[in-house]
């Protein structure tokens, strides 16, 4: 399962310091970034996020408050919070506590002291139970490069999709693919597209006569959704979930 994500801060570079930082040592971030507290609220609302990353000069009694309940959530719900600074703070260090903050780290710091951090507040053996859905009659298209290869979608997940496509010969599993679904759900989005993913798995189910791979199965992983996309998939998982319950 993927650990979406969101850099909260003002500044630019310090926002894409950080993502690069999480890109190298965090194999399955799907990362999102916030200009401020307003902005990543609105983000956290509309879609599944599992970490927001924030800066104190973004923050306020507002956005504490707001972390506070989210970390009151049940764990499927929860949105974890990692405070990061350029200098040591004891006082505000002390006072995120009462908001239930524990965690914080100091700007630069070692290459892999990021990511051992996330690991601890996002371990990822916690998060192995993402819910997969399934929704009949539902399609992907993959690219990658000039071709592009349609595909039935057997499950799919906040983190991924598992897919069944017959076998392209142009196809080179070892590269990143663009993604687009055409979801079969009512009154769900019926399209969403830029899911950037890697295939994590490859399985032959049927083959020709010669052997070679007839019909393949493809597991893929987002490494990139855009914030448009995790909404959209987001709504269409609650309608799925509601139809569940009925």
Same mark, same amino acid.
């Given at each position: 399962?993927? #650990? ?20 190298? +040592? ?23 996020? !599992? ?9 306020? *009694? ?13 764990? *499927?719900?929860? +949105? ?6 350029? #200098?040591?703070?004891? &006082?505000?260090? *002390?006072?995120?506590? !009462?908001?239930?903050?524990?965690? !914080? ?20 053996? &916690? ?30 997940? *906040? ?6 496509? &017959? ?33 994590? #798995? ?16 493809? &597991? ?27």
């Amino acid at each position: 399962m993927a #650990r979406n994500i969101i850099i909260m801060d003002s500044s630019a570079s310090m926002r894409r310091i950080i993502r690069t930082r999480i890109q190298v +040592t965090v194999s399955d971030a799907v990362i999102s970034e916030a200009v401020d507290a307003k902005e990543a609220m609105e983000l956290i609302e509309d879609a599944r996020y !599992h970490l927001v990353l924030f800066s104190k000069e973004s923050s306020s *009694e507002k956005w504490l408050e707001f972390a506070q309940n989210r970390l009151c959530l049940p764990e *499927e719900q929860r +949105t974890n919070f990692i405070l990061f600074t350029s #200098r040591q703070n004891e &006082a505000f260090f *002390e006072e995120i506590k !009462h908001y239930g903050i524990e965690e !914080h780290i100091v700007i630069p710091c070692p290459p892999n002291e990021l990511g051992a951090l996330i690991a601890k507040v996002c371990a990822p053996f &916690a998060m192995r139970v993402a819910k997969r859905y399934s929704a009949p009659g539902s399609t992907a298209l993959l690219a990658q490069g000039a071709g592009s290869y349609p595909a039935e979608i057997l499950n799919f997940s *906040e983190g991924g999709l598992l897919c069944e496509l &017959a076998a392209p010969a142009q196809l080179n599993w070892a590269m990143p693919l663009m993604i687009s679904l055409a979801l079969e759900i009512p009154k769900a989005p019926k399209q969403v597209v830029g899911l950037y993913s890697v295939i994590r #798995r490859l399985q032959v189910v049927d083959t020709n006569p010669d052997y070679s791979p007839k019909t393949i199965r493809l &597991a893929c992983r987002y490494i990139t959704i855009p914030d448009e996309g995790k909404k959209q998939l987001s709504a269409a998982f609650r309608l799925l979930d509601k139809q569940e319950n009925e």
